[in-house]
């Protein structure tokens, strides 16, 4: 196995359909490519593939590995960017050493890794009974990995591809919830004189909520209540308001439509100018294009009561949203965070999506109360669901000594010995196979989960490197 070749098969799956909950295509090309080199293949009734590889002639003594990588993708792309993820492939460009897809995601997250355990399992390289195993849906709910059974695999040993640096090692993770909230209102008549005027925040850089939610980055769904909330004292109408998609996103674009005195629409375009000058200063750093928009337009919807709109608007402003605590035990690591990752209206109900993630299952639980507490204050219905645990870490793994070995072995220096704030499956995977020894590294990857996701070529070299070395002459 080479980089040559896990990228030949990366590029490959770029042009195979799956998004989360659509994993059809990517599930029938996984089982496709075994039948085409008569390798074995299970495919339980959730859609998750295991493909195994027998031992090499002299390596049947050496214990068997279970590498894993999940099938979908989370699926963003820029506004007014027109792309059907369902039935296009994605488009990328090679750029200054990286892979980028410009104007959607690029699914290295975790297409990369399924791509590096095909090369494996494609490669006639001498090495032990190889299991790779294809989970479903790990985007939005990890319904893959709550969904295995008993035997799906056999190894006590598995090797986790779902990392995004390289020169760390995984050893823990976070747990994480999604917390719902929705709220019922009744609509009113448009006031006569009024105009409609659409105010958008975009430009956001957007990103992981769980890698990304310590950068400071702007939500814009909370920049855009910020700014209507300041507006309420004036004499507006809100009619509308969309932003974000995914739990596991940060939100990068938001619009409200609102109705003002048609002699009071210039001095809105103003407020929403100064309002963009505002922050675009306080997020000059983390994110240099966010910018806040007004233009006139038109609308079918009536207008959301007064006090319904004041209290939609309010209850979204006190939702909590960022980073609640580090650890105090590994520096730099969050220990909890919660994410306001969406917010959407379909026939007069509201629905607000957030995440919360924690290391430490109580505070975890203590956090999702607290954005419950703040939608029980606006009479908003809330359910928490899809909670999935934490990884401990195990700092005597065996699998962790082989791959820091084999890593200062081939660059001369130890890789870092980390926890993550990012969900991995492998907390559910320990709770159902508990003898499991397990790590997770990967390529370097760059703004997952959002238009622009890119993947460091160099980096790529070094991880199939190291992933071949510790396959080839693990023991």
């Known amino acids: 196995m080479d980089s040559a070749s896990v990228l030949h098969f990366f590029q490959e799956i770029t042009r195979v359909p799956r998004e989360s909950g659509h994993e059809g ?63 296009q492939p994605i488009p990328y460009e090679i750029e200054d050493g990286w892979m980028v897809a410009k104007n959607t995601t690029l699914g290295a997250d975790d297409g990369i890794g399924i791509a590096a355990c095909l090369a494996l399992l494609d490669s006639k390289q001498p090495m032990g009974k190889l299991e790779c195993l294809f989970t479903i849906s790990e985007e939005t709910g990890m319904d893959g990995a709550f969904a295995l059974e008993p035997g799906f695999f056999e190894s006590n040993i598995l090797i986790n591809l779902d990392s995004e640096d390289e020169g760390q090692m995984f050893v823990g993770c976070a747990g994480g919830l999604d917390t719902t909230a929705s709220f019922e209102f ?46 309420l004292q004036y004499d ?27 002699d009071e629409a210039e001095d809105m375009v103003a407020d ?101 507490a703040a939608f029980f204050l606006g009479s908003f219905d809330v359910e928490h669901h899809g909670e999935y645990p934490g ?35 492998c907390g559910l995977f320990l709770e159902k196979f508990p003898h499991l020894d397990m790590i997770s590294f990967g390529p370097t990857l760059r703004g997952v989960h959002a238009p622009g996701e890119k993947l460091e070529l160099a980096s790529l070299d070094k991880f199939v490197a190291h992933l071949n070395d510790v396959v080839l002459n693990f023991e």
């Not at 089982?31 to 008569?38: L, N, S």
């Not at 739990?247 to 109705?259: F, G, S, V």
């Not at 000059?284 to 233009?295: F, L, V, Y």
């Open 25 to 87: 295509p990517i599930t029938a090309y996984l089982q496709k490519f075994a039948a085409d080199r008569g390798l074995a293949c299970k495919t339980d009734k959730t859609g998750n593939v295991v493909i195994t590889k027998p031992a090499s002639p002299g390596k049947e003594n050496v214990p068997s590995l279970v590498l894993q990588a999940h099938q979908d993708m989370v699926c963003e792309k820029k506004a007014g960017f027109e792309f059907d993820f369902l039935t």
């Open 186 to 231: 009744h609509r009113e008549a448009l006031r006569k004189g009024y105009k409609t005027l659409k105010v958008s925040v975009c430009g956001g850089m957007g990103g992981h909520s769980g890698d990304d939610i310590n950068k400071g980055r702007c939500n814009a769904v909370r920049e855009l209540v910020r700014f209507l909330f300041t507006e």
């Open 236 to 262: 507006f109408q809100l009619l509308t308001i969309e932003g974000g998609n995914k739990p596991n996103a940060i939100t990068r674009e938001a619009h409200a439509i609102i109705a003002v005195p048609a």
């Open 272 to 372: 929403v100018k100064a309002f963009s000058d505002l922050i675009s200063a306080e997020y000059a750093t983390s994110d240099p294009h966010i910018h806040a928009t007004c233009e006139p337009c038109t609308a079918e919807e009536k207008p959301i009561e007064e006090g319904d709109a004041a209290n939609i608007i309010a209850t979204l402003l006190a939702c909590p949203h960022g980073v609640e605590r580090m650890s105090a035990d590994i520096p730099g690591l969050v220990e909890t965070s919660t994410n306001l990752a969406a917010v959407h209206i379909k026939d007069n109900v509201l629905t607000v999506i957030t995440n919360q993630r924690s290391s430490v299952v109580s505070e975890l639980h203590a956090l999702a109360e607290r954005v419950e």
């Open 391 to 425: 990884w401990k870490p195990n700092l005597k793994s065996h699998i962790l000594e082989v791959c820091v070995a084999s890593y200062k072995k081939l660059f001369g220096h130890e890789p870092e010995i980390k926890a993550i704030h990012a969900g991995l499956e």
